[in-house]
């Protein structure tokens, strides 16, 4: 229990870990959706503070991750282009193409840019009407009302240049084709808080109800975790699936109505593919029919892009649960953040990078977890 | 990408007929939407997400957060990434990023 110091409250953190290895009679899995959730569960050493019985599947909820690779390469070929401002989260800008990654088309003379809001991107079209900026629109129930406002606020300005390369992922029918998967393991969620602080926690009552699972509302700091996977397990061995919000500190039942009604607005669902995990219904959001002029997809004639996969990823797998990222064969050999194969490598967010940041490099049963001095060490000699 | 950054609301102003303000994140003041936080004043604190608020928290939990984004030297590079894209390297790297300055 060496991390158990680096919590704010060590004692807290010891009950907590404590009164979960009391509660557990049974081995439990439960997955944490969030990637925000899985780069602190692995930082932090949660996993290795519970009871051998209890395994964490890390789950699909980091964006950049799950873009699929049509999505990157249309984004490529967008930014190439001779008119066009590219903008995007920085997380985007290494995750690679077939070909290439976005940094290479900087480098290149593409004009691709960092921001850090799409209002930033708004701004950069006002100043730029002969230049075309496209947003890249990714992210989750949480980033969807910044890009909405975006599109709100470029059709209220009138503005012609500007449109936006939609992805976005909903959580809710994720959590529902995990479960529905052949061979799903996943006994338990922990949802993730902010996207919860938007929608709130009513959409995964008839979840809970209809797969029979527990699903608790979780925040991102070691003691949320501890609290989240605390309640999981006491729901899991009562047998009881309900829906608990461990966050209520920034999470309403019904979530923040002025965001909802916004996103009603501009966005409506639609089918979506994932990276990893392929299509899913009723799983992403696309702009309604009066934004279409918005859409970059519309605007810019891309065509079909026939894609592959690289063959050696196993990237789909680690989303699903199935492996953990050190069971990947090229893990840590041919797949690094500086040569990532697959997009769980590239964010901070995704499960290869939580693993190999945080030097977990042997399986499981016989990690060998470097201390915080060792670590900066550590990472120079894995780098 | 993903973080929610909490911060105080330092001001409250209409951009264009948009809810804005400024928020401090532990001493980086930003342009925040508040559209979405109607009930949010001047001296509350708020999670940023991608620039704009989403939900009110209590300064102590706010607090709480920060001190643990600063330990990990995640503010900086959150709230400013242009200025850290290239210094990034490698993109995940958990040093600081005062720690890849000399890298090329
Ligand atoms: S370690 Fe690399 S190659 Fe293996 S699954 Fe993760 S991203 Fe893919």
């Known amino acids: ?48 503070l519970l009871p051998p019985t209890i395994e964490l599947i890390h789950g699909p909820g980091c964006p950049v991750c799950v873009t699929p690779l049509e999505t990157i390469d249309t984004a490529l070929a967008i930014a190439a282009l001779p008119n066009v401002t590219f903008c995007s989260f920085g997380d985007m800008l290494r995750v690679p193409g077939s070909q290439r990654d976005l940094f290479s088309v900087r480098s290149q003379g593409g004009d691709v840019r960092i921001v850090y809001s799409p209002m930033d991107a708004v701004r950069i079209a006002r100043e730029n009407p002969q230049r075309e900026v496209v947003f890249f629109a990714i992210g989750f129930e949480t980033t969807a009302p910044a890009t909405a406002m975006a599109v709100l606020t470029a059709k209220r300005l009138g503005l012609r240049n500007f449109s936006m390369l939609v992805a976005h992922v909903l959580v809710p029918p994720a959590i529902e084709a995990i479960l529905n998967a052949p061979g799903n393991r996943v006994q338990a969620f922990l949802a993730a808080g902010h996207v919860c602080s938007v929608m709130g926690y009513w959409q995964y009552v008839p ?16 003691l949320d975790i501890l609290e989240g996977i605390r309640r999981a397990v006491r729901l899991l061995e009562a047998g009881e699936a309900r829906v608990e919000n461990a966050y209520a500190r920034a999470v309403t039942f019904e979530g923040n109505r002025a965001a909802q009604q916004v996103l009603a607005e501009v966005f409506e669902p639609c089918d979506r593919a994932w990276r990893g995990l392929g299509v899913i219904p009723q799983s992403g959001w696309r702009l309604r029919a009066p934004y279409r002029d918005f859409d970059a997809q519309h605007r810019f004639a891309i ?75 550590d990472h120079a000699r894995l780098a | 990408m993903c973080l929610g950054i909490p911060g105080r ?96």
């Open chain 1, 1 to 48: 229990m060496k991390y158990l110091d680096e919590f704010r409250d060590g004692a807290l953190a010891q009950r907590l870990a404590a009164e979960i290895h009391q509660l557990t009679t049974r081995p439990w899995r439960i997955m944490e959706v969030c990637g925000g959730q899985t780069h602190s569960i692995i930082r932090n050493g949660i996993d290795q």
């Open chain 1, 207 to 222: 979840i809970a109800e209809r797969y029979g699972v527990p699903i608790v509302v979780t925040g991102f700091e070691p």
């Open chain 1, 303 to 377: 065509g079909e892009l026939h894609v592959q996969e690289s063959p050696i990823c196993r990237s789909g797998e680690v989303l699903q649960g199935k492996i953990k990222p050190n069971q990947c064969p090229a893990f840590g050999t041919l797949c690094t953040p500086r040569t990532p194969l697959g997009a769980t490598m590239v964010s901070s967010e995704g499960a290869c990078a939580a693993y190999y940041n945080y030097g977990r490099m042997a399986l499981p049963e016989t990690a060998a977890v470097p201390s915080r001095d060792e670590r900066g060490d």
């Open chain 2, 9 to 104: 609301v330092i001001s409250i102003y209409d951009a264009d007929g948009v809810r804005m303000g400024k928020v401090d994140f532990d001493g980086i003041v930003k342009e925040v939407c508040l559209e979405y936080v109607p009930e949010v004043q001047v001296g509350d604190y708020t999670i940023v997400h991608v620039g704009f608020a989403i939900t009110r928290v209590d300064e102590a939990s706010a607090q709480e957060t920060l001190r643990l984004f600063r330990e990990m030297a995640m503010l900086e590079e959150e709230l400013n990434p242009e200025e850290h894209a290239e210094t990034r390297v490698p993109p995940t790297c958990p040093l600081p990023p005062s720690a890849h300055h000399e890298v090329p």
